[in-house]
Structure formats: C-alpha cells, structure tokens
C-alpha cells in the first residue's frame, strides 16, 4: 500500500518497552522517564494482532526497539510469533547490546533476522559520559554475541555529536577485518527540550555530511586505514536492510561505513515506516507528535475499527518532518 504521497509504506517499528538499563544523554533525561503502568502497555498478544493486521496493508519487516526492548521478558517468544505471520519477511532489533550475551543465540534461533547495536564511542570514559552509567566492555561483548550467533549485517548505530569528539575513525576500522556496518547518524533534535545538561543540542551540534565525510577520510588516512569511498545504491556490498544510509567502503575491507542524514539532508521522500509506541499510538513521523491510537481499539472495538485506524495512518503520513525541533515525547519513548 502507498500512501497519499506514493511512497511504499512497509515496515513497522515497534516499541516494546519505554524502559531501558541506560540513560543516554541524546535518548533520556538523566532521571529517566515517567514509566507507562503495567496495563497501559501493550500485551505481546495485542502486538500480534497489530502485526497480522498491518500484513494487509503492505507491511512486511518488523523491527522491534525500546527503550531497550531485551529487559521485556519473553521477547524471544514474540519474535518467534512474528515471524511465523503469514506476510512477513523479516523481523530485526535494535539494541544497546549490554544483554546480547544471554540471549543472542535463542533470538537467532527464533528467527531473529539482523541487528543493530547502539554504540557512539570506543572510549571508555566517553562512555560512561554518554550513556551515564554503560560499561563499554558489556556493550563490547554484545558486539561479540551477536557476531558469534551468526547475524548478519551486524549494524552499529552512532550517533554522532560535535561537542563529544569521537574518535570515528577508530569506527571505521571495525570495519576493516570484520564484517560490522557502521553508521554514523546525525543528532536529531528529539524531546521535550532538546537539551541535556552534557550536550545542548542545536544546529551546531550536527556535523553536516559532507564535513563529516572530510573528517572521517583525513582521520582514516592519517590512521593508515586508506581514504573510504561511496557505494552505489545498488552494490552488492552494501547491508540488506530497509533504512535511508548512504553507504561508503575502506578499501579491503569486510564491513561499510554508512551516513544517516535526517537532519542536514532528510529522505522524507522515501520514508517507508510507521512506528508503534509501548503504550499503543501509532506514530506517523518521528519529528511529529501527531499519534493515532489503537490501543483502545485493539481493546475494546474490532477488527474494522483497528483496520480504519491504520487506514488513517497511512492517509494522514506528512510528506515531510519540516525540520521541526522538539517533541513532546522522549527518544526513549517512541523507539527511535
């Protein structure tokens, strides 16, 4: 199914949890956030139902996200379900990576089909800073776990925040021996103040692509790394997977690097997605708060009450985020 604008509407994002066992400075405030009740989230059966439903209207890959979505018990059971939905084609995660090692082999097994690991440093200290209370070793091990179980692409998201400095090219050399995709993401301006008390952000925060690019060549080639090179949309070594990166290469080299530019050159043209919150409210676009919910049709209406929402979903989609700054949810709370 399109919608009004023509695009391809397939792939549903959903939160499974508002809950996570980090505090990232660009995700969360420092205190957290107020914490849905028990009944305000959705059962994993009602997500279920969302799914088959949303099969006939053109979905066909899933990814399930947070808040960090391992601290839900039985994920792995939801997993499992979901990929047994006549319609669906894939269904993958995004995770920090500090519970990977308990339960990367059973998720694989389940029909879990990539991840992407949530990292933004290298740096210990750097860190500890950003996620507030992370050890880069379990995060690491994640890494590890996921490697070890047989996904593949093994995607790591960074986040990228001018006032942090990462080291990007320490990044790019994951990618040399290893068949790890990098994608570096600019810092969106997400949340009900946009700000933290470590990284403010604003306009001069985000390191447009073509600076970014610049930097990451110079860094690689003064680490001995070779000078990356773009990829054709259509290469074969670029990652399967259903997101808007543009993908680069170091020669020789097993992995990608990829730039995600929602905010310095957005792809809202081609936007594919809706996302599901924890507590039931489809979300149209992740700059908007514009939500249609369905938890109160999933509980008390039918099944025609819970296809004419999501008929309005895709009828109501913007064209475009607009640039807009600020919203009145956290990332943590719409699972990014």
């Known amino acids: 199914m399109k919608d009004t604008f023509g695009r391809d509407i397939d792939y549903l994002r959903i939160s499974l949890t508002d809950r996570c066992n980090l505090r990232c400075v660009y995700c969360m405030p420092e205190e957290g956030v107020e914490q849905r009740s028990h009944d305000e989230i959705l059962s994993f059966e009602e997500i279920e139902r969302v799914v088959r439903m949303s099969t006939k209207f053109g979905i066909r890959h899933l990814r399930f996200t947070g808040g960090e979505p391992l601290v839900r018990k039985g994920m792995t059971d939801l997993v499992r379900a979901c990929q047994q939905i006549e319609g669906i084609e894939d269904v993958a995660l995004t995770t920090n990576g500090i519970l990977l090692p308990t339960f990367a082999e059973e998720l694989k097994e389940a029909g879990l089909s990539r991840v992407n690991i949530s990292l933004d440093t290298l740096d210990d200290e750097v860190y500890r800073t950003m996620t507030r209370c992370g050890n880069l070793d379990e995060a690491l091990s994640g890494v590890e776990a996921a490697l070890e179980a047989g996904f593949d692409?093994?995607?790591?998201?960074t986040v990228v925040i001018r006032s942090m400095d990462q080291d990007l090219a320490a990044f790019a050399a994951l990618t040399k021996d290893r068949p790890l995709h990098v994608r570096f993401i600019e810092y969106m301006p997400l949340g009900s103040s946009c700000s933290t008390e470590i990284a403010r952000w604003n306009a001069?925060?985000?390191?447009?692509?073509?600076?970014?690019?610049?930097?990451?060549?110079?860094?690689?080639?003064a680490a001995g790394l070779g000078t990356p090179y773009p990829l054709e949309e259509a290469d074969a070594q670029a990652p399967e997977g259903w997101g808007p990166a543009r993908y680069w290469k170091l020669p020789?080299?097993?992995?990608?690097?990829?730039?995600?530019?929602?905010?310095?050159?957005?792809?809202?043209?081609?936007?594919?997605?809706?996302r599901l919150t924890a507590d039931g409210k489809l979300?149209?676009?992740?700059?908007s708060d514009q939500e249609i919910d369905l938890r109160d049709a999933l509980r008390h209406g039918t099944n025609e009450d819970l296809e004419k929402l999501f008929a309005q979903a895709l009828a109501q989609k913007p064209e475009s985020h607009e640039f807009r700054t600020g919203t009145r949810r956290e990332m943590v709370q719409v699972g990014g």
């Open 153 to 157: 692409p093994v995607k790591l998201n």
């Open 283 to 287: 979300r149209l676009c992740l700059f």
């Open 204 to 221: 001069d925060e985000v390191i447009p692509l073509p600076e970014l690019i610049d930097s990451l060549t110079a860094a690689c080639e």
């Open 252 to 274: 020789d080299s097993q992995g990608t690097i990829g730039f995600i530019t929602s905010v310095s050159d957005h792809f809202c043209d081609s936007c594919n997605r809706l």
